[in-house]
Structures are given as structure tokens and as C-alpha cells.
Nanobody
Framework: QVQLVESGGGLVQAGGSLRLSCVAS????????MGWFRQTPGKEREFVASINWSGGGTYYADFVKGRFTISRDNTKNTVYLQMNSLKPEDTAGYYCAAGSTASALRFGDYEYRGQGTQVTVSS
């Protein structure tokens, strides 16, 4: 059974940092693009960042450029999202996904999707 499990969320003060992890199991994901998305109640799930299979290509939403960094370790079937300089507006459920192309910007375009981890940033 293929699973993506996120971890690392929590409560942090504005200006702080968190590192999210997403561990994939069930098969190897070293050939897949991986992405992070986020969603707050009443809003559409939005693209945050993605990375291609080798880690050599990354994409970021404008609102996280310079603050968030996506990376991956294919030996561990894991993708990370390092989040620095967090703002209260970054509060959301964060979801990882795996798919065929890192340029895909919609959660539904990714074949495998996790259940999410909550990030709360206090002011």
C-alpha cells in the first residue's frame, strides 16, 4: 500500500522555523516529483513548492520564495520543507504529494497525496 505520511508540524511563533518531512512508503519514489501544498479552512488548497526526481529542479509559490526550501533524500524516500521566517498567514494544514511532474501546480495532478500536518504560527 502506497502511503505518504507528513510530520513536523506544530505551533511556532512568528519569525520561527519548522521543518516538515514526508516519508513515502509502499514503493520507491526516487523517480517521482514531490510537492507540498497547504490549505486553510474555507480556502482552496494551494501550491507551496515542488521538486523534481533528482532534486535539481525546484518550484516555489511567490509567497514562500526566500523563506521556504524544498529538498529530498531519495535514499530515505523522504521530502522536506524547511520553513523559515514564518508568518501567521502561513498557518495551514500542509500536505505532500507525489506525481510525474514537478511543474504541476494542482494537488489533484499528483497521483499520491498525504493526509497533512498542521502548522500554526502565532503572532
Amino acid at each position: 500500500q502506497v502511503q505518504l505520511v507528513e510530520s513536523g508540524g506544530g505551533l511556532v511563533q512568528a519569525g520561527g522555523s519548522l521543518r516538515l518531512s514526508c516519508v513515502a512508503s509502499g514503493r520507491t519514489f526516487s523517480s517521482d516529483a514531490m510537492g507540498w501544498f497547504r490549505q486553510t479552512p474555507g480556502k482552496e488548497r494551494e501550491f507551496v513548492a515542488s521538486i523534481n526526481w533528482s532534486g535539481g529542479g525546484t518550484y516555489y509559490a511567490d509567497f514562500v520564495k526566500g523563506r521556504f526550501t524544498i529538498s529530498r533524500d531519495n535514499t530515505k524516500n523522504t521530502v522536506y520543507l524547511q520553513m523559515n521566517s514564518l508568518k501567521p498567514e502561513d498557518t495551514a494544514g500542509y500536505y505532500c504529494a507525489a506525481g510525474s511532474t514537478a511543474s504541476a501546480l494542482r494537488f489533484g495532478d499528483y497521483e499520491y497525496r498525504g493526509q497533512g500536518t498542521q502548522v500554526t504560527v502565532s503572532s
